[in-house]
């Protein structure tokens, strides 16, 4: 089977070599293509070049005139899988309460543990692929799901059985997380050792006994896990195989940044506060700084430092934490407009950081990310647009018309 897609105004992310990441002042460099063609067969990538060159027939053509064709973006963090909704701590956080706040009053976190523990697996599936197509909608054809409001042996299990059927209903790329340490149940606020124990000693055997889990994930921040109690998570996780993805930083210094770094995170998130010392750590590693505008955005959080970290060499990539506390939405072209508009970041660093870094961050660098032969054929086609900046300058629109999953 193959696919032509021909006249394309600008082929974006076009790279016949396979880059791993793009860092520092190469963010700012997007290779684009114009007057392209792109051949697909057997859903990979076979070809790309200028419409001069562009091949006579293939089984189904597609004309983009006026359009731009991009690798779909790649959404390194989500909490995906949840059970009901969280409109109630909205309400509560315009009349002034704090995330923490919410959180310390037994909402937050706690709260949506309490309605997955009563939900049903068939049911989690069901919500969680009504989230995936929407997110496929806007051009998203991979992504990373956390458990993690499960705290409890049963329920992160279920999550992760569930991230595990998703893996084979859906057509997107799916990589599961490991996120018992999201937040102390309630039952073991006095206790953690106990909490940590049960992690440890139950929960991780099982979910490597059934292959549950790619990687392993600590809320590294004030009021949540300590960088001491996040070192033992992490060790024990790399005790089965497990590379961490940490939340570190959002809420305070936390000693997250470094702790990610020490135990060879493949990505670091949040970041909110990162100064010259937690730079030169990411420096001297090869972790993914991976920032979510859009948490920063609804919470009223202070923006992460994004400039300062490109422009002193480091990657950045980009992704939607979609979740029901912090970020209800899965719109990754609003978070490309969020990097521009609050970051500050070029948009074709955003696309970058949306696209091949945001690949890395999920470990799927070789698969997806750019528009390189070989490649998955993940790509999204856009609306006619005067120009590549006009999607993240559109923001909250839905710029992308047809979207090609493999
Ligand atoms: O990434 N920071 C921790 N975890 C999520 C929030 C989860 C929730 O509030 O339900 C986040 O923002
Ligand atoms: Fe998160």
Known sequence: MSTLITNIKGLVQARPEAVQ?????????????????????NGLIHSFGPMSECPERADIVIDATGKYVLPCWCDPHTHIVYAGSREGEFVDKIKGLSYEEIAQRGGGIVNSAKRLQAAAESELIESALSRLTEMESFGT??????SGYGLSYDGEIKMLRAIKKLKDRSRLRLKATFLGAHAYPPEYKQDHEGYIRLMIDKMLPAIADEGLADYIDVFCDRGFFSADETARILEAGARYGLRPKIHANELDYSGGIETGVKYRALSVDHLEYTGKEQIKALLESDTMPTLLPSTAFFLGLHEPPARQMIDSGLPVALATDYNPGSSPSGNMQFILSLASIKLKMMPEEAINAATINAAYAMGIEQEMGAITPGKRASIMITKPMPSLTFMPYSFANNMVEQVIIS
Not at 141 to 146: C, D, L, M, P, Q
């Open 21 to 41: 990441t793009v860092k520092g002042a190469a963010m700012k460099e997007l290779p684009v293509l114009s007057q392209a063609y792109l051949l697909i067969e």
């Open 141 to 146: 054809g991979a992504v990373e799901i956390k």
